[in-house]
């Protein structure tokens, strides 16, 4: 691969107007943006015992793996992001990072946190969260437009689970537009869920699940759970056998590949070309590639699509059938799905 073809792949990609599905909305913060929330509270208040962001998470260290990862966050980063300041700063700053890389149309998804010695209930923090995205979606002059999902941790009991369906209905006409299954896959049995993901469903809430993310949440009788919730996409979709991809074709079941993240938390065996991207692409379902957690892997949605280029020898007519059956597989209504299909049908990249 020549120089000039690397950097032609580049700029396509930056063009792009791009879809983003899969995205946590903690994982998306930058290293800067938490390292401006540190400072701010260093500078408010000089005891504030949390290491800098800057040396907790060294700018090039992306190898965080299935151990490593999960307590970045309950360990660290959310006790930077620990009031509703930070939360919508950051918040702020994960829009303005994802349209600034060409990002048109982003779902985010996030899990209700309360933080009781704050008073901040999981309420609060969807309302917060919220403002944010429709104050931004508001503003003309932005070219990105931002949704809610509401995320159960594979660790809530029943009750917490519970909550986050009641807080998606609550607040889906300000901007909630599906439900997810998330959190560590070694931990958690998924059969606690099925009456509460059945409610969602039954509520008309659109539903993703992470599927088949590790070995251990794999199995048959966890895949054939999460199946029976009728999902709408999934997440991830790594130790699938050929029974449950027929199942997921026969369903037209999107699926959201993060090919960065898989690598470098060593989810796949090998590298880039092995990605099960190149298997899916074939497949005759929604295909949307996503970047899970920016914040943590540093690779965003247009190095992702210039990954895929590179790596499976996408043609702009593969990446423009490719973008535009990712349309009808977002969460939010016709409007728009209309508004993303005149965005594709225009664009002036496609030709090179
Ligand atoms: P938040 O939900 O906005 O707080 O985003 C961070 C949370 O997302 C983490 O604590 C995890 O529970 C979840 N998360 C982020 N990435 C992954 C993933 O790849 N698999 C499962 N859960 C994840
Ligand atoms: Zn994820």
Known sequence: ??????????????????????????????RACLHAIWRAKKAQDAAFDVEDPLVAIPSDKVDYDL??????FSSYIYKLCSDLPSIEYSTKAVLQDFQADG????????????????AITKDDYVKTVLSIL??????????????????????NTIAQAEEVVDLCIKYRPAGV?????????AKGDVRS????????????????????????????????????WRPDRLGHV????????????????????CLSCNVHARMITGTYSDHHFGMWRHKNVPVALSTDDVGV?????????ELAVKHFSLSPAEVCKLCEGVVGSIFAGENEKDRLRKIYAEWDGWMG
């Open 238 to 257: 790594i130790h699938v056998k050929e029974e449950y991809c027929k199942i997921i074709e026969r369903e037209n079941i999107g699926v959201e590949l």
């Open 134 to 155: 429709n104050a931004w979606n508001y503003d003309a002059t932005n070219t990105l437009r931002a949704y809610l999902i509401l995320s159960v941790d594979r660790r």
């Open 67 to 72: 151990e490593t990862f999960f307590p970045l």
């Open 103 to 118: 990002v048109v149309y982003l779902e985010l998804r996030t899990t209700p946190r309360a933080i009781p010695d704050k």
């Open 1 to 30: 691969m020549s120089a000039a073809a690397t950097s032609v792949e580049k700029h396509f990609a930056r063009r792009l107007p791009k879809i983003e599905l899969h995205a946590h909305l903690t994982g998306s913060i930058s």
């Open 193 to 228: 869920f099925t009456n509460t993901f059945t409610r969602a469903k039954a509520a008309g809430l659109k539903m993703t699940l992470h599927f088949a993310e590790a070995k251990v949440s794999a199995t048959d009788l966890e895949l054939k759970t999460l199946l029976s």
């Open 177 to 185: 537009v599906g439900i997810d299954l998330c959190g560590d896959p």
């Open 297 to 305: 892997f540093c690779s965003p949605l247009s190095v992702e699509y």
